[in-house]
């Protein structure tokens, strides 16, 4: 998924996985942190687009967040 094209993926499954994907990999989603044992969330088709955080990537691709 970090790396096939987004027409692959849509032919594959749906438009809007693909379109999910494509913004995931842009840093277009909203991430609320979690805190005190309550798990984060993640808001990809969210209105809040001025809130965008999103994980560094390491030189191997793997996420990073601090």
Same mark, same amino acid.
């Given at each position: 998924? %970090? &790396? ?9 499954? $749906? ?8 913004? %995931?990999?842009? #840093? ?5 942190? #979690?805190? $005190? #044992?309550?798990?984060?969330?993640? #808001? ?9 955080? %999103?994980?560094? &990537?390491?030189?191997?691709?793997? %996420?990073?967040?601090?």
């Amino acid at each position: 998924l %970090m &790396h096939s094209n987004i027409d692959d993926i849509k032919r594959v499954s $749906d438009e809007r996985i693909a379109q999910a994907i494509d913004l %995931m990999r842009q #840093g277009k989603v909203v991430v609320e942190p #979690g805190y $005190d #044992g309550v798990f984060g969330k993640i #808001g990809i088709f969210s209105v809040k687009k001025e809130s965008v955080i %999103m994980p560094q &990537h390491d030189s191997d691709g793997q %996420m990073r967040l601090f």
